[in-house]
């Protein structure tokens, strides 16, 4: 089975420029996460998603960041303007619904921002 | 909100020692998952604990879970090179939803 597919793997950007990152989930997975971790702490998450809606993104910072699931698989994060601080990797995760509750969420490879 | 802290953050040790990775988390939760990070790499996945009482091997690897006390395990016996990553913890963060809180990991080195 393939895993959860991003890119780009690496960018790199100056501050205040826009940046795009695209994730593919496991095929049939219905929820789908967007995580930020930054170096030497543990994932925290931005977003979840059900299908094409989002089920929390309390801890989004919605001045800057956005995130869309069309169709219910394929999702984008996007940051508008970069920040210093928005240095991270940025890990996209999905999970199988409704089948079990044992499933847990895999995640991709990630994407390393560089913001200089 | 639910937090879940790790220690220790740092555990160097020797091969062939036994020692213990313990996952505090502040409220109810009725799962935990550990997750193994190598560096540069993703997450992968290694245990998955439902209930409380509940316990998980592979290979030198030992998870289990207290509900009541709010704390799972993860122990480490005689460990090899192979086994040094960071390890982390997640709960949801209300019971029954699937939102994971992640713990700040705990960064293992096992000496040669």
């Known amino acids: 089975e393939a895993g959860v597919a991003q890119s780009p793997r690496y960018k790199i950007i100056e501050k205040r420029q826009s940046v795009a990152f695209w994730c593919n989930p496991i095929?049939?997975?219905?929820?789908l996460y967007w995580y930020q971790q930054i170096l030497g702490q543990g994932p925290k998450l931005l977003i979840q998603?059900?299908?094409?809606?989002?089920?929390?993104d309390s801890q989004l910072p919605k001045d800057r960041f956005s995130a869309e699931r069309l169709k219910g698989v394929d999702s984008t994060l996007k940051i508008q303007p970069a920040k210093l601080e928005d240095s991270a990797v940025y890990l996209c995760?999905?999970?199988?619904?409704?089948?079990?509750?044992?499933?847990?969420?895999?995640f991709g490879q990630g994407t390393r921002l560089t913001v200089v | 909100e639910l937090k879940v802290e790790q220690n220790p953050l740092f555990l160097s040790m020797q091969e062939g020692k036994n020692y213990t990775i313990y996952c505090n988390y502040s409220?109810?939760?009725?799962?935990l998952y550990w997750y193994r990070q190598d560096p540069g790499k993703s997450l992968e996945s290694l245990f998955v604990?439902?209930?409380?009482?509940a316990v998980k091997q592979e290979g030198r690897l030992m998870a289990s879970l207290d509900t009541k006390a709010r704390l799972s395990t993860l122990h480490i016996t005689a460990a090899v090179h192979d086994l040094s990553a960071t390890y982390f913890c997640?709960?949801?963060?209300?019971?029954?939803?699937?939102?994971?809180?992640f713990g700040t990991g705990t960064r293992l080195k096992v000496l040669a």
């Open positions: 409220t109810t939760s009725d799962r």
């Open positions: 997640a709960a949801p963060a209300t019971s029954g939803t699937y939102k994971y809180i």
């Open positions: 095929s049939g997975h219905a929820t």
């Open positions: 604990l439902l209930s409380n009482g």
């Open positions: 995760a999905s999970r199988a619904y409704g089948i079990s509750v044992n499933t847990e969420a895999f």
């Open positions: 998603f059900q299908n094409n809606g989002v089920v929390d």
